[in-house]
DNA sequence: CAAATTTATATGTTTGTACATATAAAATAT
DNA sequence: ATATTTTATATGTACAAACATATAAATTTG
């Protein structure tokens, strides 16, 4: 694999090194705790001062990707991949790193009329029409997540996109859409009838209900997201710091 | 309210910064929309570089509590206070902060011996007893939330501590632990039989379940815990960026 | 008056340089 | 052999100085 920065992209530089660095953890050696070069020939490598460098091994550093030590240099945080980053993954990227595989039951895409709640967060007319996601997915022995998505129309999904594809990278690729920011609400509540019925287990039974609020580069919202987990199937983990 | 750098202080400056930021931002007129003085201006205000003030800034802007626009300034966050932070305020100050008066319906603290997992987590040996502390908390008329905390011997706390004070400012002030790094865990699940005895609800009601790992600065196990909540008596919010 | 252009000003990026500090490892003293 | 001290090496902090870039506001042009 190469490491290389290119000097003449608009891409800042330690942006660039950011990206390297997170291909650069991946490799073995390092998922096993070595540590990565040292700064000062990290930036000699890819030949740039060591402040940009540092700007870009910072993030990681507080995204909980690595773990810097005086004199001890820095390696990869165990049990990374996960943490942070982890939010951001797709639900099917999310399975398969936890080796499991995924069947889809469900996939139905409409245009629909946005709810109050909804207008109020795209800030858009009760009578502009959003295009809804539902998925129904899970082992393949049985279903055990429900998801409805609804998206901006400024983000300019229609029927015709490949909604099998990973959607982020969907978004990103055909559309030019760069998911930034993520609010997500967790709670618990019983299953109701319609729940009940996807997921095929009893009224009331336990569901980890998820509210997810994605919003752009520019802090516009663009998904808003309702994921609805069979009990036990699924567990949240968050990592912060202060 | 006056804002001063310590150069002799052993502080850096960068930390300093940081929390005099945290002060200025609480002011009315910031939290108004106001843009805080700019770069340059608040650099020569403190007495330190550009640069340095950056490293500050930067710690809030990835915290979502600052936004920077080119040109415009830099202001506060609608709707800050929240996002990370709120990750760790106790559960009294997360309450009081959403205008819900608390009652403690028990608070029970006794020495026990370790389950295997704890053992492995704060890493001792299965004889040694560690601290263990449960409380029932909720609204004046309905307990909603179950705790029960184990801590690291090498906390220190004893049973003559002052557990009705807020936690991390006891583990602060009276022990010199600062709590840092938390991992969390949620998941949704019905209640069995102690819990339900617990919350008085019937038997496998849907409980939002969390396992929260935390850890002091130098990334050492100091407490686990474990929290019960009654469905729809708390939401748990999650904000992150890529 | 409205549209296009310029300009001033804020943040954004990058470098080179210097010294501070924690600590693993080596050297030394007990 | 063990305890202590030193040293080398990594990250940590801090500054000054440029230049890049986005954009609100002022200016010019049609």
């Known amino acids: 694999?190469?490491?290389?920065?290119?000097?003449?992209?608009?891409?800042?530089?330690?942006?660039?090194?950011?990206?390297l660095l997170r291909q650069l953890i991946t490799e073995e050696e390092y998922q096993n705790g070595k540590n990565i070069p040292n700064e000062v020939e990290l930036a000699e490598m890819l030949g740039i001062s060591r402040t940009t460098l540092r700007m870009a091994i910072n993030k990681l550093v507080i995204e909980g990707l690595l773990i810097r030590k005086?004199?001890?240099?820095?390696?990869?945080?165990?049990?990374?991949?996960s943490s942070k980053s982890n939010n951001w993954l797709s639900f099917s990227q999310e399975m398969k790193l936890r080796g499991i595989p995924i069947?889809?039951?469900e996939l139905h895409v409409t245009w629909a009329l946005p709810e109050?709640?909804?207008?109020?967060?795209?800030?858009?007319?009760?009578?502009?029409?959003?295009?809804k996601m539902e998925r129904l997915r899970g082992k393949p022995e049985e279903p055990f997540v429900y998801f409805a998505s609804y998206f901006h129309p400024r983000v300019g999904l229609s029927?015709?996109?490949?909604?099998?594809?990973?959607l982020y990278e969907l978004l990103e690729q055909e559309h030019g859409i760069i998911a930034t920011l993520s609010k997500e609400e967790i709670s618990a509540i019983g299953a109701d009838?319609?729940?009940?019925?996807?997921?095929?287990?009893?009224?009331?039974?336990?569901?980890?209900?998820?509210k997810r609020f994605v919003y752009d580069q520019q802090e516009r919202p663009i998904e808003y997201n309702l994921g609805y987990y069979k009990a036990d199937s699924f567990i949240y983990t968050v990592e912060s710091t202060r």
């Open 193 to 210: 009838e319609f729940i009940a019925g996807k997921l095929q287990v009893p009224l009331g039974s336990p569901i980890l209900f998820r």
């Open 70 to 81: 005086k004199r001890a240099g820095t390696k990869v945080a165990p049990g990374a991949v």
């Open 1 to 19: 694999m190469r490491y290389s920065i290119d000097h003449k992209s608009p891409v800042p530089l330690h942006v660039q090194a950011e990206n």
């Open 103 to 105: 069947k889809n039951f």
């Open 116 to 131: 109050p709640n909804l207008t109020i967060f795209f800030n858009i007319r009760p009578e502009e029409p959003v295009l």
């Open 159 to 166: 029927l015709d996109d490949d909604f099998k594809r990973p």
